[in-house]
């Protein structure tokens, strides 16, 4: 397991710094591919979903039942499924509907002028989505690093998604903090420190939860990702790729990121 320290690590990392994409295509684009944005996000979503259900809670429950006997780690496979989404859902409750990263915003919907809105505005309104993004992106790296120090192949899979969502989060930040400020390298700055939070959480991961680290206590975080990756998707992302959708693109893009995982599961994991 300690060998993998280092790739989980750097899968964390991958995929917290994924908004600094985001921002870079914001600040560089005038108006959002809706359909890559639709499609996008229902494969992330499709990704997600999939290996949650297939995979993750699936290793919780051999975990939970191996130690604690079939009765007991069932109950405590969906106790800890549950809780995870109970975790998000708090977070989310107490994040402001405007500045909440989940709540998925197009480029030309901020490009206002400062007669419009006033500039701290903007400003208050990027540094909140920074703020928001890090307390929602700090359980997000505990996952992709307990995952991928668990089994390397699954970890992948879940940076990637993570990764991919993340993106749009980029975009949040970096559009009001440009407009506010007209500095492209403080916008793209302030989106690309918001990713840290993920790596922050796999520093956190390792220090605090690794010395604790067994069978029961996988169990329970594998558990909890799966709730957490399943919350995410089904109130986050298939939502935002409908908004987006032209035709079934939403849907084509959670078949699709279902597909993808089913292939990757059989050939690599």
């Known amino acids: ?18 908004t600094g994409i985001g921002s870079l295509i914001s600040l560089f684009t005038s108006r959002t591919n809706t359909k890559f944005l639709s499609l996008t996000l229902g494969f992330s979503a499709g990704v997600m979903i999939y290996v949650s259900m ?46 909440n990263p989940h709540e998925v915003k197009k480029v030309e919907d901020m490009n206002l002028s400062s007669s ?23 359980p997000e790296g505990i996952a992709t690093f307990t ?24 975009i949040a930040v970096a559009v009001p903090v440009y407009f506010a400020t007209g500095d492209k390298k403080r916008a793209f700055k302030l989106s690309f420190l918001s990713g840290l939070a993920e790596p922050i959480g796999a520093i956190v991961a390792f220090l605090i939860l690794m010395p ?4 029961v206590m996988f169990g329970m975080i594998f558990a909890a990702v799966a709730g957490i990756m399943v919350f995410i998707s089904l109130d986050e992302l298939l939502p935002a790729s409908k908004r987006y959708d032209s035709g079934h693109l939403s849907i084509y893009g959670l078949i699709a990121g279902m597909a993808v995982m089913a292939l990757s599961l059989l050939l690599f994991i």
């Not at 995979?55 to 499924?81: C, P, Y």
């Not at 995952?147 to 749009?168: E, K, R, W, Y």
Request: aromatic share 10%.
């Open 1 to 18: 397991m300690y060998e993998n320290l280092l790739l989980a690590f750097g899968l964390t990392l991958f995929a917290g710094l994924a």
């Open 54 to 99: 297939i995979e993750i809670f699936f290793k919780a429950k051999v975990a939970l039942t191996s130690e604690l006997g079939d009765q007991l780690g069932n109950w405590m496979t969906v106790i800890g499924f549950f809780g995870g989404m109970l975790l998000i859902a708090v977070i989310d409750k107490f994040v402001p509907a405007s500045s």
């Open 116 to 138: 419009e809105v006033e500039e701290a505005a903007l400003l208050k309104m990027g540094t909140f989505t920074a703020l928001a993004i890090g307390i929602h992106n700090f």
């Open 147 to 170: 995952s991928a120090l668990q089994d390397p192949g699954l970890g992948i899979a879940i940076a990637v998604a993570v990764a991919i969502h993340n993106i749009p989060e980029g």
């Open 212 to 215: 604790f680290i067994n069978d």
